[in-house]
């Protein structure tokens, strides 16, 4: 399972960017996606994660401003972050959790996808 991410870069405070991350391989199902960031400095936090029925978790942080969602036909889950501030810098990283294998039907966890960057300059 590979997971490949995109839509980050530079944006002024304010902005908005929207980050896609699609999973790739022998999969039949994938049971939840999340978004993960990390800052210079800090640690790797949970910014928000979906499940395949598209029950949903925030970040403190990130409510009423980053809405999580999935398209579960596509493997892919997005993240649009509207109101971006300078502390919302960081490489984003998405997960995939509970990928049942469409041969084996077996469960894999904890796939990382290859961080993309997000900078907002104040």
């Known amino acids: 399972v590979q997971l490949q991410a995109s839509g980050g870069g530079l944006v002024q405070d304010g902005g908005s960017l929207r980050l896609s991350c699609t999973a790739s391989?022998?999969?039949?199902?994938?049971?939840?996606m999340a978004w993960y960031r990390q800052a210079p400095g800090k640690q790797r936090e949970l910014v928000a994660s979906i499940t395949k029925g598209g029950s949903t978790t925030y970040q403190n942080s990130a409510i009423g401003r980053f809405t999580i969602s999935r398209d579960n036909a596509k493997n892919t889950v997005y993240l649009q972050m509207n109101s971006l501030k300078p502390e919302d810098t960081a490489v984003y990283y998405c997960?995939?959790?509970?990928?049942?294998?469409?041969?084996?039907?077996?469960?894999?966890?904890?796939?990382w996808g290859q961080g993309t960057l997000v900078t907002v300059s104040s």
């Open positions: 997960n995939a959790g509970g990928v049942r294998d469409i041969d084996t039907s077996l469960y894999g966890y904890d796939y």
């Open positions: 391989g022998r999969i039949f199902s994938i049971y939840s």
